[in-house]
T-cell receptor
Framework: AQKVTQAQTEISVVEKEDVTLDCVYE???????LFWYKQPPSGELVFLIR??????QNEISGRYSWNFQKSTSSFNFTITASQVVDSAVYFC??????????????FGKGTKLTVNP | GAVVSQHPSRVICKSGTSVKIECRSL??????MFWYRQFPKQSLMLMAT?????????EQGVEKDKFLINHASLTLSTLTVTSAHPEDSSFYIC????????????FGPGTRLTVT
């Protein structure tokens, strides 16, 4: 069975601090996809990144970066120089890879990030 | 990027009535759509997988006779909550997958259902 664990329920930081959101996953699939989504108070999920299991390169996109380590089954997300607009709930998710990642997603419980001015 | 829409965005209904939620892929064909439910301050839980032209596949614990899913075309899936009760009040989100080299699963904006 697939499982995603986001151990941090809530994190509160002050603006401009760096913050890392942890994600640990379990799967028996050799091919799988990992995702991060942002859910602001409006409720709509905002896609941040998709990573397949064969690509362990870390990725940076502006203030966002992701560290994928298969050895520890982790896919952590770091926000550098956080801003108030980063306040949201962040979900890590996992899908199988048989259909190129188009399978159902298993979500972690989410981490609520609050960035205070 | 691709867009998935949901209608309505918000609905209030009385206990015992039925409500239909539509999920449309606006610029691509989706053979598979997924319906998730999110209770307040909780994660998204998959309810069912909607397959175009065939019966939906429900997750364990989800009543198929209560949550009717119809995927009549490659761009539309509907979820009907029958005989709704207050405990069905939740945020319902659909997603659509497009098989392509650079795959991404697209989520709708969600429908907030309140049953009074």
């Amino acid at each position: 069975a697939q499982k995603v664990t986001q151990a941090q329920t809530e994190i509160s930081v002050v603006e401009k601090e760096d913050v890392t959101l942890d994600c640990v996953y379990e799967t028996r699939d050799t091919t799988y996809y990992l995702f991060w989504y942002k859910q602001p108070p409006s409720g709509e999920l905002v896609f941040l990144i998709r990573r397949n299991s064969f690509d362990e390169q870390n990725e940076i996109s502006g203030r966002y970066s992701w560290n994928f380590q298969k050895s520890t089954s982790s896919f952590n997300f770091t926000i550098t120089a956080s801003q108030v607009v980063d306040s949201a709930v962040y979900f890590c998710a996992l899908s199988g890879g048989l259909q190129g990642g188009s399978e159902k997603l298993v979500f972690g419980k989410g981490t609520k990030l609050t960035v205070n001015p | 990027g691709a867009v998935v829409s949901q209608h309505p965005s918000r609905v209030i209904c009385k206990s015992g009535t039925s409500v239909k939620i539509e999920c449309r892929s606006l610029d691509f064909q989706a053979t598979t759509m997924f319906w998730y439910r999110q209770f307040p301050k909780q994660s998204l839980m998959l309810m069912a997988t909607s397959n175009e032209g065939s019966k939906a596949t429900y997750e364990q614990g989800v009543e198929k006779d209560k949550f009717l899913i119809n995927h009549a075309s490659l761009t539309l899936s509907t979820l009907t909550v029958t005989s709704a009760h207050p405990e069905d009040s939740s945020f319902y989100i659909c997603s659509a997958g497009r098989l392509a080299a650079s795959y991404e699963q697209y989520f709708g904006p969600g429908t907030r259902l309140t049953v009074t």
